[in-house]
């Protein structure tokens, strides 16, 4: 159960970004000043650092 509730909450904080309690300050301000940009970012890092392609 324990393993449950700690991928749980990895989901909720990677589906629901808050930039008001980041973890990287320069990743914050980017999502404020242009989220789209910051959006776009994050899916190329996930597609070339996540995704095994």
Sequence with gaps: MCMLLALSSIQALLSAPNPDDPLSENIA????SNEVEAVETAREWTRLYASGA
């Design 29 to 32: 301000k980017h999502w404020k």
